[in-house]
């Protein structure tokens, strides 16, 4: 299922691997229609959980780049989501691949 958010962020949620590969996909295409209208952003793709994604315009993306990130990849003081699966290993690990 895509669900569209307000300022063109979209939500996808599937349990199918198919599937969620098909929506991100179409939802990418959706966000760069309108990334190719603005020439100001770039596309952010950000995994929040095994089945949840959010495909995004971000303007910390460079214009014509589509990054990908995941929700728990973030800096150890963020707040992660409950659906979100912690990262394996020590803390000190995480700390040295955001650095």
Known sequence: MIKHLPD???EITAHEPGTIET???TAVETVLTQAMR???SGILVTQHGYNRYTVALSP???YGE???RREWDRPANASI???SPQPEGP?????????
């Open 38 to 40: 603005e020439r100001s």
């Open 81 to 83: 989501g409950a659906e």
């Open 60 to 62: 910390d993306v460079p």
């Open 23 to 25: 929506e991100l996909n």
């Open 66 to 68: 589509t990054r990908e």
């Open 91 to 99: 803390a000190e690990q995480s700390e040295q691949r955001a650095a």
């Open 8 to 10: 063109l962020v979209l």
